[in-house]
């Protein structure tokens, strides 16, 4: 069938929206109409190049829209579904049936190499293939093929730019707080970058009871949303050389647990300097490829800190995405005040207004489905 997709031709380009073929679905897959998708940050490294994907590609994995087709042995939704999609996972390995898909043993198979486990390529022009099953959907098209173990159905109450950011950008945040750090109540935690991610991380914070709350944000608008947010000290970086001092500032002993989405090596070292012994550091933000280990391992020998990887929040999706929206109807994670919604064909102008720290999180949004 023919759709419309951004693709993106070469590392760092601009992304052109083209008029493209896609498969049917086969037995296994999902075909849905996209209504809404947000643009993540990891979108974006792949399109630069720093997350290596085959190009021409058709990125975005944050979609949300109505299931139109499904194959033969797909039992999970239904024509007419709403639903948000989120990672790809085997659902059969050690880890997904442990509860921890984000860690399947085949996720970069399944999530990274744009291209179904059999080497074929969903995604056409006449006789160019186009790399696609990003994250299990390459959502940044009017339709999309996904998978019952990255689909969710939603309820009639959530909009689609609000169920969107669910499938990464906020359960990465929210539940790396929630559930990889498991922060407890009245614990502190230090958070950089104040993204949709790092502001999920704030929410996330604030719902499991955290008494203090430390934001790093370049953007003053941005840390005025933290504080609104439920952030009780926001820390500008240009104003601040030493950050691990303005962090002991306020905690004598550091934080107990911080939480990084910049993947910079040398925040993520003065970080490390904040920690208060047995301290925890979740690191989420994405490093440019053979990044070498940051900070002092003496000193994290010392005093019995960990430093450990987070994806997707340790969430498993359907689990966690309803835990998420019941949240967010409770007013406990006000998602509108990050969303700023752009149509579909501006897709350039929103990347460059959220870089620019015009908008925190964009969600674009397709004709109706």
Request: proline share 7%; net charge negative; aromatic share 4%.
């Amino acid at each position: 069938m023919q759709i419309t997709a951004a693709v993106v031709r070469e590392p760092g380009a601009n992304f052109t929206l083209e008029a493209v073929e896609l498969d049917e679905p086969r037995a296994d897959e999902i075909l849905v109409h996209i209504a809404a998708v947000g643009v993540c940050h990891t979108d974006l490294v792949a399109r630069d190049g720093v997350m290596p994907f085959c190009m021409p590609a058709v990125l975005g994995h944050e979609g949300a829209g109505i299931v139109e087709k499904v194959g033969s042995a797909v039992t999970k939704v239904a024509p007419g579904d709403r639903v948000a999609l989120t990672f790809r996972s085997c659902g059969s390995c050690d880890r997904c049936r442990s509860g921890d898909p984000a860690y399947c043993y085949t996720m970069p198979m399944l999530n990274y190499v744009g291209m179904r486990p059999d080497g074929s390529k969903a995604i056409g022009q006449g006789d160019v293939a186009i790399s696609s099953n990003f994250f299990g959907q390459s959502s940044f098209a009017t339709y999309a093929l996904a998978y019952e173990r990255n689909v969710l159905k939603l309820p009639d109450d959530i909009p689609f730019e609000i169920a969107a950011p669910l499938g990464c950008g906020v359960q990465t945040g929210a539940g790396g707080v929630m559930l990889a750090l498991a922060c407890p109540r009245g614990s502190s935690i230090l958070i950089t970058g104040g993204g949709a991610v790092g502001l999920s991380a704030v929410m996330g914070a604030a719902i499991q009871g955290c008494r203090t709350i430390i934001v790093v944000e370049p953007h003053a608008a941005r840390r005025a949303r933290a504080q609104q947010l439920g952030a009780t000290h926001v820390i500008a970086p240009a104003e601040t050389p030493n950050l691990a001092a303005a962090v002991r500032a306020i905690l004598p002993n550091g934080v107990d647990y911080a939480f990084d989405t910049t993947g910079r090596p040398e925040v993520i070292t003065a970080v490390m300097g904040a920690l208060a012994p047995k301290g925890v550091l979740g690191i989420v933000g994405i490093p440019p490829a053979g990044t070498p280990m940051p900070g002092d391992l003496g000193t994290v020998l010392t005093l019995g800190q960990t430093v450990r990887g987070i994806i997707e929040g340790d969430s498993d999706p359907d689990v966690f995405l309803p835990v998420l929206i019941d949240h967010w109807r409770a007013g406990r994670l006000p998602l509108e005040m990050l969303i700023q919604v752009f149509p579909f064909d501006q897709i350039n102008h929103a990347i460059v207004a959220q870089h620019n720290g015009d908008c925190v999180k964009v969600v674009l949004t397709l004709p109706s489905a």
